[in-house]
């Protein structure tokens, strides 16, 4: 029903957030799988306007960890399609509130979607989102989970690169300055994917930013 983009899949994913805003809905699981479907198709995602984002933005205070997995999911493709800066802006709190998850994978699937967005995030539409994740990340550069650190310091060299010198004043200046501090720490990272990324690509980064 995707792949043919039939003409229906709208009407359907609009009666699908109606049922989301319903109280007491037993069937959101399948709600979300069956939404997160629909949204592989472009014209589905073009119906999505703030007051959605609103009603997905509620259900990430949700505990079941498979519920907000799909969430995850779902701002990742919001990402990908590019024209959904204020959709976005909305459920990103909500992002970030999941890096400090008791859930393990929760974390892990929020690092790996936080590296996605770096990827389609502009400076010029995201720089709140942007500073707040600067001062989010810090704490990561020190986590036991190998992957997660290389996550963390994968998205922070992404981050740095979209910096100008312009926009690094305090409080950003500042928080930069001590993230430089943790960046060279792990030049003898016990990983060594940790230790390449940190490395002179996060370095140079950090240079130039000073630089522009």
Not at 80 to 107: A, E, F, T, W
């Amino acid at each position: 029903m995707v792949i043919k983009n039939c003409w229906h899949n709208r009407p359907i994913f609009s009666f699908i957030i109606k049922t989301l805003q319903e109280v007491g809905n037993t069937n959101h699981l399948t709600a979300f799988v069956f939404m997160t479907e629909l949204l592989q198709c472009p014209g589905v995602v073009a119906t999505v306007d703030e007051a959605t984002a609103r009603v997905l933005a509620g259900w990430f205070q949700h505990e079941k960890p498979s519920t907000v997995k799909l969430l995850l999911q779902v701002v990742g493709i919001f990402a990908k399609h590019g024209n959904m800066v204020r959709q976005l802006r909305i459920l990103q709190p909500y992002v970030l509130n999941c890096c400090y998850s008791l859930d393990s994978d929760i974390v892990m699937e929020t690092f790996a979607l936080l590296r996605c967005l770096m990827e389609h995030l502009t400076w010029q539409h995201s720089s709140s989102f942007l500073i707040q994740l600067t001062f989010t990340l810090g704490p990561f550069f020190e986590e036991e989970p190998d992957q997660l650190r290389l996550l963390a310091f994968e998205i922070y060299r992404a981050l740095l690169a979209k910096v100008r010198r312009t926009v690094l004043v305090f409080p950003l200046k500042h928080q930069v300055f001590n993230l430089t501090v943790l960046l060279v720490l792990h030049l003898e990272d016990v990983n060594a994917s940790v230790a390449q990324v940190r490395g002179p690509g996060a370095c140079a980064s950090v240079s130039s930013s000073h630089g522009r």
